[in-house]
Structure formats: C-alpha cells, structure tokens
C-alpha cells in the first residue's frame, strides 16, 4: 500500500506520482481528443452494507478538472445573483413546466450540481426529488449548495468548479478523474493527494483499508502507484545483500592474510583433517 503518499506535498510523494504518470501515458493508446486521468482507489475489508463504511462525500481539489455546470433553484430575492454566475437559472414560479419526468431528466443530464435557496427547498423536493435524489444531485448542504435569500453565489460557484463527488457505489472502489492529459503533472499530483487524504480520513481504519491507488488515461491500462518504486526496492535490496556478503568474504581474507601464523595453523590443520590415501604396499599385504 502507497502510505508515501500519507505525507500531503512531500517530494518524494510527488516524484512517485510523477513517474506512474509517465508509464500510464507512455503505456495509452493516442487518441484524437484529451484523455481523462483517472484515479482508483482499491478498498478492502470494507462491508458496504455497513453504512458507516459507505463513503459518500465531497472534495475541492487545488486544481480544476474539467467544465462543470451550475444550476441554481431560487425566488426572486437571488435571481441577479444566481444569473451572473450559474449556467442555468429556474425561478420558483417556473416550476410548474417540470411536470413531466423526462423534462426534469433532460435538466439532470444537463449540469454537474444543483444548488438552491433555503427556504424554497421542499418546492424543489416536491418537484425535482424524484428524479434528482437518486443520482445523488440534489442541492447539498454539504458543498454549501443550499444558500439563504442574501447569498453570493459567485464564490460557491468556483468552489465547485474545483469539486469532485467520492463514493462507493456497488463495489469497494472509488474512482474520480484527477485531471486531463494536457494537465502538469504537479497539478495532477495536488490533487491525487487531496481526494487520497480525504478517502482514508472517511474510511473506517483510514489508510489499512486502502488495498492500492492506481492510475490511469480514459482508453488506457491501470498502473499501480509505486510499482515501479517496489520492484526497484526489491533490486536494491538484493544488490545491497549481495555487496553486504562480498565485504564479509573480503573482510575475513584481509584478516587471515594479514596473519601468516594463524593462516599456516589452518592450512595444518587442514592437512590433518585430511583422509590419508592408503598405499600401493599395504593394499598388496591385504
């Protein structure tokens, strides 16, 4: 398990994250578009039937990864506010042309994150719910996504431009893009630790429920963080045994070389400990 990467802005976290990135590019197909980066963070002896193993919360990364588009619920008290910076704006009394489903799908697919204003949120729950609450973007109190009548959305806005959604669905994995192809890797870096630190931060046994952290490009193959760092380990090791031996075999001859006197005692002593060869006269007496 990488806990290098336990130690938010250190250089060797960086340097490790910087060289799965090159094997991950190196090792995708080129396409005619700017592939995704993806971070996948393995889970173990994690019971998702439990729900306090359910992870299901919300990171603001240092960078930016993509686009995201804002809509925004609100009465007339937020209507300027709303209009100079989300993408969409719906108004309280235009909630009546969202009775049929496939409209309030259409807006669904339409934007990242819904926020609203307070005290019109059980219209919007009446209204939206139904089709918002199970994808999981309902306006959400905890990315401050739900405003009261004097709010200034612009600053909301730009912290979820930087926002990303971590949780585990159907399968112990969480999973979130991290940037794109184009992005710096430092960039990258930054935020593979923010999301990796508030995974472990939400997780049960922190970072012993963490089975491995890879990393890949939307058409590419998954690379292990510190793969490459382990199996270099492993030579290390065996090259530092291997030295560690040969200055003991070094060090002994130095020694008896050294010494003539103990040297001539073992080459006696050996001579000794050799099995005398019987002769040529005694095997014709027998």
């Known amino acids: 398990m990488p806990e290098a990467l336990l130690n938010v802005g250190g250089k060797m976290d960086k340097l490790l994250i910087a060289k799965t990135l090159e094997l991950v590019k190196a090792n995708s197909p080129k396409k005619n578009f700017k592939q995704s980066i ?29 686009k ?24 309280a009394e235009s909630f009546p042309r969202f009775k049929e489903k496939k409209e309030i799908k259409k807006l669904a697919n339409k934007h990242d994150f819904f926020v ?31 405003l009261p009548p004097n709010a200034n959305l612009k600053p909301l806005y730009e912290k979820l431009a930087k926002t990303v959604k971590v949780a585990t669905r159907n399968e112990p994995v969480v999973k979130c893009m991290v940037g794109k192809e184009d992005s710096s890797p430092d960039e990258v870096a930054d935020n593979i630790l923010t999301v990796y630190n508030a995974v472990i931060n939400s997780l049960p046994n922190e970072k012993h429920n963490v089975k491995n952290v890879m990393l890949k490009l939307t058409m590419g193959p998954a690379f292990a963080i510190r793969a490459q760092e382990n199996e270099e380990g492993d030579k290390d090791r065996k090259g530092k045994h291997k030295k560690t031996e040969a200055k003991k075999s070094d060090s002994t001859t130095e020694k008896r070389e050294s010494n003539p006197e103990q040297l001539e005692k073992e080459k006696s002593d050996e001579t000794i400990k050799k099995p005398k060869k019987k002769t040529e006269s005694k095997k014709k007496e027998r």
């Open 68 to 91: 995201v588009s804002v809509c925004a619920f609100v009465g007339p008290e937020l209507e300027k506010s709303a209009k100079d910076a989300c993408d969409e704006t719906i108004l």
């Open 38 to 66: 993806d971070l996948i963070i393995n889970l173990k002896d994690i019971d998702l039937k439990k729900q306090e193993h359910q992870l299901n919360t919300f990171v603001t990364l240092h960078n930016s990864t993509k």
């Open 116 to 146: 609203a204003q307070a005290n019109i949120m059980p219209q919007i729950a009446t209204v939206f719910g139904r089709v918002l609450g199970p994808r999981g973007k309902m306006p959400n109190p905890k990315i401050g996504g739900i």
